[in-house]
């Protein structure tokens, strides 16, 4: 009889055990979807100004390794319009075609590797085209984000081949400083903020705001201060309900 309840009692715990961990794997994971749009322009380095639009839908997956670390993949397509204008006249003479066709599309897909922790993150990762960059088309570019600080309060960030509209053709780079915009409660995964610093693009001003505990709406904007290069974009991100806490 013994034996007989301490095969019951091993299996009771185990039981308890198994359903314990499986019960917090359910609560630690979770996905968020995002779809995004964009236009801008810029000028090639040695060629015509452009004008593009781009729209990109992305999928993030993550998983608590730790009750502060989660691990997070993530995967992002992305399509773009690219058209070349024009050149300017040149001392009187009339305006010629650009070397290359006037009309390209691109896109890619971006994936992404990381760990968030509520005062850092950082993934790494790549993007794989045809990407338009400066005009051309080329087949990869290495893709990452730094987070350094607590979104909700203030943060340090640096971003590659990382923007919701998608990278290409502009998006590339950013490197800036964001802080968080109260009232909602720290930590929570949509908590509202802006975030400005200087791109590819220009400099940027962007943010983020929080509806209910689902959505997120996601807005950037840049400006070099001249009529070729600038960017807008707007983005929505969804939480479904399910596995993870509030």
């Known amino acids: 009889m013994r034996i007989v309840g301490r095969l019951a009692l091993g299996l009771g715990l185990g039981l308890g055990v198994s359903t314990a961990m499986n019960a917090t794997a359910a609560r630690d994971e979770h996905v968020t979807v995002a779809v995004g749009g964009g236009a801008g322009g810029y000028r090639e380095s040695c060629g015509p100004a452009h004008r593009y639009g781009t729209a990109a839908v992305g999928v993030e997956y993550a998983r608590a390794l730790s009750d502060t670390v989660d691990l997070t993949l993530e995967a992002q397509g992305s399509g773009a319009i690219d058209v070349a204008l024009l050149q300017p006249p040149q001392d009187g003479q009339p305006a010629e075609p650009p070397e290359e066709p006037r009309v390209q ?71 800036g400083l964001g802080v968080g915009i109260p009232p909602r409660p720290r930590g929570a995964w949509n908590h509202p903020y802006v975030r400005g610093g200087v791109a590819d693009a220009g400099y940027y001003l962007g943010g983020s705001y929080g509806v209910g505990s689902r959505v997120a709406l996601d807005g950037f904007l840049s400006n070099a201060f001249d009529r070729d290069t600038w960017q807008v974009a707007l983005g929505v991100r969804w939480r479904p309900p399910g596995r993870h806490p509030e």
Not at 129 to 146: C, E, M, T
Not at 158 to 167: L, N, R, T
């Open 105 to 175: 599309g691109g896109g890619g897909l971006r994936l992404l590797v990381g760990f968030d922790h509520r005062y850092a993150a950082f993934s790494l990762g790549g993007a794989v085209g045809p990407l338009i960059f400066d005009g051309d088309l080329i087949p990869v570019f290495p893709a990452g984000r730094l987070r350094l600080g607590e979104r909700s309060v203030f943060f340090l960030e640096g971003h590659v081949s990382d923007h919701f509209a998608g990278p290409s053709p502009g998006g590339f780079f950013q490197a």
